[in-house]
Every structure is written in C-alpha cells, then in structure tokens.
C-alpha cells in the first residue's frame, strides 16, 4: 500500500476507520457519524502526527522503505491511518522491523521515534520535558492532552468572544430602538399637545 497516493495531501479523512469525507451522510465504518467527527477535538492532532510521522520515515528511511513499512503494518492489523489511534502498536511493530539495541541497527526505531517526536513538538510548538525518558506512546498522549487542553480555551475564548460580540450587537440595537421608540413617543406627545 502506498498511503501517500491513496489520499489527496489537503483531504481530510476519519482518524479511525479511514473514511473520506466526499458523502456527508456516509456512515463510518468505525461506527461515528460525520457529526461525530466534526466534533472530535483530537482529528487535527491525529493529522499532524500522521504528517510528522511520514515525514520522518520519508526523510530517514526514503520513499521505498517507509511504503514497505506501511505495508508490514498493515498486515499486522494497523493501518496508516490509523496509527494516531495506536501509538504503541506502531511503537513496538517499528521495533520489531528495525530493533531497538543490542544486535539491531543501532536502536533505529528509538531514534525514529525520538525524531517524530520532537518533529510533532515543533509542529505543535508544545515541548516537552525530557521526552526521551518516556516511552513513544507516552509522548504522544502527552502532547494529544497538551493540544486539546489548548484547543479547548482557545475555542473558550472564541466562544466568550462571541458572546461580547452578540452582547454589544443587541446592546446596540435596544439602543437604537430605545431611541426610536423614544422619538415617537415625543413626536406624538408633540402631535397631541398641538
């Protein structure tokens, strides 16, 4: 398989079963609805560490190999998209392709993890502290929380922006129609006075 020509690099697809986004009355093969998607505040992390994690692989291991590697783990149940959702299955199937010390090539897969890592950290711009003492799935769990933590009081301050906003719109138009309603009212007390 070949994952990056099966999908278009600015198309948005499910995080959990693969699921394009071209009928959005689709139902998913994971069981969520469009709906369902839409809300999951974790689908543009899960992006940007499929991103991060292609590019190391592309970058370190070449074209070749990293669909080579996308295909062992595809046979091993875990597809490419999938991999945000399985963090420490596409840790230790990495490991059994590459190694991780003694008598392997140099402990490739830690130092892969390691630099999808620190790739999605800058991504994010979230940093941690000392990630190479935490297992992969760890760190990535750590700046999934980090992410929405801040995802979430950012959409909180949109939302009181919001607020402020409609808040001065009607605050502004009871105005208007306070002065409107307050010039009828003299104009017609002016009328019956005459």
């Known amino acids: 398989m070949q ?3 099966a999908k278009p690099a600015n198309a948005r697809f499910c995080s959990q079963c693969g699921t394009s986004p071209d009928n959005p009355l689709a139902r998913h093969a994971c069981g969520d ?3 369902i998607q839409e809300n999951r505040n974790s689908e543009g992390f899960d992006d940007v560490l499929s991103r991060a994690i292609d ?6 291991l070449g074209d070749i190999n990293t669909d080579v590697i996308y295909s062992y783990l595809e046979k091993r149940g875990c597809r490419s998209n999938e991999i945000p959702a399985k963090p420490s299955e596409f840790s230790t199937e990495l490991r059994k392709i590459l190694g991780s010390g003694r008598g392997q090539i140099l402990g490739a897969a830690s130092i892969i993890e390691e630099t999808i890592v620190e790739n999605l950290s800058a991504e994010l711009k979230i940093y941690l502290d000392n990630p190479r003492l ?3 799935a760890d760190n990535i769990k750590k700046l999934r929380e980090a992410y929405n933590d801040r995802n979430q009081n950012t ?3 949109q939302c009181e922006n ?3 906003t409609i808040m001065n719109h009607v605050s502004a138009k ?6 409107l309603f307050g010039s009828l009212i003299r104009k017609s007390s002016k009328e019956k006075g005459r």
């Open 3 to 5: 994952p990056s020509k």
């Open 33 to 35: 609805t469009p709906s």
């Open 55 to 60: 590019k190391t692989l592309k970058y370190v």
């Open 134 to 136: 935490a297992q992969f």
């Open 155 to 157: 959409q909180q301050i």
């Open 162 to 164: 919001s607020k402020v």
């Open 174 to 179: 009871s105005k208007e129609k306070t002065e």
